[in-house]
């Protein structure tokens, strides 16, 4: 984290200790956190310690990481409905341009994330010609 972009970076200011939080877990390569802006009680954030804007920028350990982390969070909190969200990018809704997962309770239909699913109809031959550019 050496770059000046983490040196400014709030995550990685967290990680550091710099600035306070309320942690509730830590790994050798995650750093989980209550959010200060909850969606519900319990809103959780799962970051990476390794300083990355996007998920596809960020070294597999650290992303191999996180998720039993946010499931942790989740089981302790003892949530039975709950969202893990990431996005990646402005557009997308990252307002913070480090890596990191957000772990929210949805207790009920007012509490937690709420989400507009705007679905189309797919066509099936762009569909196919995708599959074919986008096999991994």
Same mark, same amino acid.
């Given at each position: 984290?050496?770059?000046?972009?983490?040196?400014?970076?709030?995550?990685?200011?967290?990680?550091?200790?710099?600035?306070?939080?309320?942690?509730?877990?830590?790994?050798?390569?995650?750093?989980?956190?209550?959010?200060?802006? #909850?969606?519900?009680?319990?809103?959780?954030?799962?970051?990476?310690?390794?300083?990355?804007?996007?998920?596809?920028?960020?070294?597999?350990?650290?992303?191999?990481?996180?998720? #039993?982390?946010?499931?942790?969070?989740?089981?302790?909190?003892?949530?039975?409905?709950?969202?893990?969200?990431?996005?990646?990018?402005?557009?997308?809704?990252?307002?913070?341009?480090?890596?990191?997962?957000?772990?929210? #309770?949805? #207790?009920?239909?007012?509490?937690?994330?709420?989400?507009?699913?705007?679905?189309?109809?797919?066509?099936?031959?762009?569909?196919?010609?995708?599959?074919?550019?986008?096999?991994?």
């Amino acid at each position: 984290m050496a770059s000046k972009l983490a040196a400014e970076c709030i995550f990685c200011k967290i990680i550091r200790g710099e600035i306070p939080s309320f942690k509730i877990h830590e790994t050798a390569h995650s750093f989980a956190f209550f959010d200060i802006g #909850p969606l519900s009680e319990g809103h959780a954030l799962v970051i990476p310690k390794h300083h990355a804007e996007k998920m596809h920028e960020l070294p597999d350990e650290f992303l191999a990481d996180a998720m #039993p982390v946010a499931k942790k969070i989740a089981l302790a909190l003892g949530a039975d409905n709950y969202n893990i969200l990431q996005n990646n990018g402005r557009l997308a809704h990252q307002e913070v341009p480090h890596v990191h997962f957000h772990v929210i #309770p949805k #207790p009920n239909e007012e509490e937690g994330l709420t989400i507009s699913w705007p679905a189309k109809k797919a066509d099936f031959d762009k569909l196919k010609e995708l599959v074919s550019k986008t096999k991994i």
